[in-house]
């Protein structure tokens, strides 16, 4: 007989054996080796054992035959990537850049089989008269043991294992032999954890209003018509999307498919798996990362087997085995955490449209601030736009007041609230209504502004700002730019010109030097650091125990507090400076979302931005909710410098222990790229020092390239993979990161 041979990709993440081997499957094992199933093969010259997947079976020998080793044996234990999965990691590894290995870990989030959890009960298997007299014949012959069991037997035909062996005192032995005299049986029932935990609450229903009905129609008759394509649904905070999704869940699932719902792990609390809960019950299923692997594991069991229809969660969630998943929902498509940031670095949106194409399903996206990349797309027709322009409820969006705290230091107010702000937190104390102070430090990364004219410093190349590093000196993190501290204001001259660096605690504690009566709770990461703090935190402020909420972006995310009728944000502006081309876009979302949180209530909703830039348009569209106009303004800063949407953006980042070494390794591999001799070229920008230059001991170095074609950046990825190869680099790491979310 012939000999088969296997492809099997070592289960090691490192690029050098980033290729399948080939390996013979020994005859015994014909039948049990399939694609994409867990094996145990002799690796390297020492023969070590190692575990890997077989990719493929039946290519020829690529070697002489005698120097091909032997499988040693199929890992039972392990679930087995089926082959769409696999090609699912081949998509991801080609797409985003990553070892094959890295890219089936990601598709097989579960990787172990857990045990169920067992109920165990001993059943009689006699009437009751037999049990009686096997009962005196035991105690006769002082089988205590026995006797117990049958006398408990006599009165209760079921009793559960633990009572058995343990009130009853009854060893696992007598219970096997009586179960071999056939007086009683072991029965084993196993039960799959189930995580969601609810009270079974009214069940509201709402019916759609005519704006959400048209979406759930629209979408519903492409369904009909197999038309399976990616909907962007843009809708101002409460403006009904959820119910749109709802609806649409429910007609999937009506229709004998499944529905996968991504939600920011952040969001995912009580108050929104409830609503889902309420509205499907038993058939939904909810996974995220403070499951246990057992939990998570019988999750994608239940799935599987059909027990659960809905799934909601992160990223992760993405890889449900649904026999047939008809919808992919993806709320708040615009949180950067839908990006991965370990390899490989796929975005959730672009592997759902992936996987909705091989299934034949649905996208859909939904956000009020949707991302450029997906306007964008949605512009150009790609994908089908609605929009929802109106609060589903009464209440309307609350007003937006801009301080300019140039003006307010130019006045003699040298405290971090304006008057204005003060003055109406005041108001709040007095009336007992609740306010919410959030402080904008997102990608906060030590640049320089100045506290007259808020003048912020900024590369001569980039249009990024500057950061300040320890030696006082600032750099610019794309294309390495530096220049000497400065100590008086290019723009103004004056003096004030400083890093910003108020934190929440020295906040707190201004708070209650100026409002002594106030009752603060503050949410930041040290006040959250163990599991249950943040729930804790929100339901003491949803519980009206405090005044005032102060936190980070934390307190931004889709809570509604029906007491709060003011919101303040400290430096609206902080996050413009941040030192990448997302800042702009980050900013106009935290701010419109943050304005989305006052004002849920009964009473309309004031909000205060503090700002230094009171004209950016990132801070005035947000302040009207002005989504389009922010879109139009920040799309010709893009186009201008080339970023993404308007180009694709590819980062090549380079880690290592020594800085010498990794500098001339990001030199090889630009020489590398440009030896590729492309007709049309990518835009390069770099090497450079990354914005983290050094961390854990470890120096860093980024190139970026720039390309209106993906597939370009794809070519450049490609080749600096079969470089790096070539070399069997053991001490720097190199990764890729396409259209990043954050700066490296
Ligand atoms: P979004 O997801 O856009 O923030 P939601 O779906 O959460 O909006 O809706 C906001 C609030 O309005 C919720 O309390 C919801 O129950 C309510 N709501 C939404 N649609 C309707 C409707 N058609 N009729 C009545 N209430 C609605
Ligand atoms: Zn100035
Ligand atoms: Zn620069």
């Given at each position: 007989m012939q000999a088969v041979y296997a492809d099997v990709i070592i289960d090691i993440s490192h690029e050098k054996v980033d290729r399948p081997f080939q390996y013979r499957i020994p005859e015994h094992l014909l039948d049990k080796v399939t694609v994409g199933c867990k094996v145990t093969v002799p690796f390297g010259r020492g023969n070590t054992s190692r575990t890997g997947y077989v990719l493929a079976i039946g290519n020829p020998p690529e070697w002489e035959e005698s120097r091909i080793k032997e499988i040693s044996e199929v890992c039972d234990k392990s679930?087995?990537?089926?082959?769409?999965?696999?090609?699912?990691?081949?998509?991801?590894?080609?797409?985003?850049?990553?070892?094959?290995?890295?890219?089936?870990?990601?598709?097989?989030?579960?990787?172990k089989v857990t045990k169920a959890v067992e109920h165990k009960t001993v059943h009689a298997l006699k009437d009751e008269k037999e049990l009686q007299l096997a009962a005196f014949n035991a105690a006769s012959k002082h089988r205590r043991a026995q006797a117990r069991l049958l006398d408990a037997l006599c009165e209760s035909p079921e009793i559960a294992y633990p009572l058995v062996t343990g009130k009853l005192n009854v060893s696992p032995q007598t219970v096997q032999s009586l179960e071999k005299q056939g007086y009683c049986k072991v029965v084993v029932t196993t039960e799959y954890r189930n995580p969601i935990r609810f009270r079974d609450e009214s069940r509201k229903c709402v019916s759609l209003n005519p704006d959400q009905q048209k979406i759930v129609d629209s979408i519903e008759e492409d369904r009909k018509q197999k038309k399976y394509g990616t909907y962007l649904i843009h809708g101002v905070t409460g403006s009904g999307k959820t119910e749109v999704y709802m609806e649409l869940i429910s007609k999937c699932v009506e229709s004998g498919k499944q529905a996968i719902m991504l939600i920011p792990e952040i969001s995912l609390t009580y108050q929104t798996v409830s609503r889902f809960y309420q509205r499907f019950g038993d058939q939904?299923?909810?996974?995220?990362s403070r499951l246990s692997e057992g939990e998570r594991f019988d999750q994608f069991e239940r799935a599987k087997k059909g027990e659960v229809t809905v799934m909601i969660g992160p990223r992760s969630a993405l890889f449900t085995p649904f026999p047939n998943t008809g919808l992919i929902v993806i709320d708040e498509e615009h949180e950067s955490t839908y990006k991965s940031e370990t390899s490989p670095k796929y975005h959730a949106r672009e592997v759902a449209i992936y996987l909705a194409k091989k299934n034949g399903a649905q996208v859909i996206l939904g956000s009020a601030t949707p991302s450029l990349e997906s306007y964008t797309r949605a512009k150009r027709g790609e994908y089908t736009l609605f929009e929802l322009e109106s609060r589903a409820t009464a209440n309307t969006l609350p007003t937006v007041h801009i301080t300019d705290m140039r003006k307010e230091f130019e006045e003699g107010n040298k405290s971090i609230f304006s008057r204005l702000l003060q003055n109406k937190i005041e108001d709040r104390l007095e009336k007992g209504e609740q306010t919410m102070l959030f402080l904008n430090r997102r990608g906060y990364a030590g640049f320089i502004s100045c506290r007259s004219c808020g003048e912020v410093i900024?590369?001569?190349?980039?249009?990024?700002s500057l950061?300040?590093?320890?030696?006082?000196?600032?750099?610019c993190h794309y294309c390495g730019f530096e220049q000497r501290k400065v100590t008086k204001c290019p723009a103004c001259s004056s003096p004030y010109i400083a890093g910003f660096k108020a934190g929440t605690q020295q906040i707190e504690e201004l708070i209650l030097k100026q409002f002594p009566t106030a009752v603060v709770l503050r949410m930041d990461a040290d006040t959250t650091k163990n599991k249950d703090d943040y729930e804790k935190i929100l339901s003491r402020f949803s519980n009206r125990e405090a005044d005032i909420l102060l936190g980070t972006q934390m307190i931004v995310k889709g809570h509604d507090f029906s007491g709060v009728t003011l919101m303040g944000i400290l430096a609206a502006d902080l996050s413009l400076n941040g030192n990448d081309y997302r800042s702009g876009e980050r900013t106009f979302q935290l701010l419109t979302q943050a304005a989305g949180r006052a004002g849920r209530g009964e009473i309309q909703g004031e909000v205060v931005f503090q700002t230094y830039q009171p004209?950016?348009?990132?801070?005035?569209?947000?302040?009207?909710?002005?989504?389009?106009?922010?879109?139009?303004?920040?799309?010709?800063?893009?186009?201008?410098l080339l970023y993404p949407p308007?180009?694709?953006?590819?980062?090549?980042?380079?880690?290592g222990p020594d800085e010498k070494g990794i500098e001339a390794l990001a030199a090889k591999l630009a020489l590398q790229a440009e030896s590729m001799a492309l007709q049309d070229p990518p835009v390069r920008i770099g090497p450079a020092k990354a914005a983290l230059g050094k961390k854990k001991d470890l120096y860093r170095q980024v190139i970026y390239y720039k390309h209106k074609d993906y597939e370009t950046l794809i070519q450049v990825k490609n080749e600096m993979e079969r470089y790096l190869n070539t070399l069997q680099l053991r001490r720097e790491n190199v990764q890729f990161d396409f259209n990043p979310m954050h700066m490296f």
């Open positions: 679930i087995t990537a089926e082959d769409n999965l696999i090609a699912l990691a081949a998509y991801m590894k080609e797409t985003f850049g990553s070892t094959m290995i890295a890219a089936l870990k990601t598709v097989l989030p579960v990787k939904v299923s909810v996974i995220h900024k590369c001569p190349h980039c249009d990024v950061s300040e590093h320890r030696d006082g000196k600032l750099y004209e950016h348009y990132a801070i005035t569209a947000s302040a009207t909710q002005d989504y389009k106009a922010f879109y139009e303004e920040e799309m010709l800063y893009r186009e201008m308007a180009a694709e953006l590819l980062a090549v980042q380079l880690t």
